[in-house]
Nanobody, 125 residues
Framework: QVQLVESGGGMVQAGGSVRLSCAAS??????????MGWFRQAPGKERDFVAA????????FYADSVKGRFSVSRDNAKNTVYLQMNTLKPEDTAVYYC????????????????WGQGTQVTVSS
């Protein structure tokens, strides 16, 4: 079982930046190659893919809505994945969820098995 804990959410004005962190822990984390990434869910909407990164960090995928503004990265020594969000817009307001799964990452159609509890990001206009 993998536990994921997000941090770094909060309120920011449009045009600002926020960095989210997600620390993974659990019995399998240190010995497993896991893809990690982020989804988000706005009020009244479905949970949508945002970004993901492969175990080696060499492959990343982004939703079209965040390309050029968001950047996903990871530090495997710390079992942590990050989401740097720049030029934020009010429509980026959502609960952001960290996710992880064993195995390779092939694209934005990613269905991870492990989820964090989410962190709220609110962007004011």
């Amino acid at each position: 079982q993998v536990q994921l804990v997000e941090s770094g959410g909060g309120m920011v004005q449009a045009g600002g930046s926020v960095r989210l962190s997600c620390a993974a822990s659990g019995r399998t984390v240190s010995s497993s190659a896991m893809a990690m990434g982020w989804f988000r869910q706005a009020p009244g909407k479905e949970r949508d893919f945002v970004a993901a990164i492969s175990w080696t960090g060499t492959t990343t995928f982004y939703a079209d809505s965040v390309k050029g503004r968001f950047s996903v990265s990871r530090d495997n020594a710390k079992n942590t994945v990050y989401l740097q969000m720049n030029t934020l817009k009010p429509e980026d307001t959502a609960v952001y969820y960290c996710a992880a799964s064993l195995g390779a990452l092939y694209g934005t159609n990613w269905y991870p098995a492990n989820w964090g509890q989410g962190t709220q990001v609110t962007v004011s206009s």
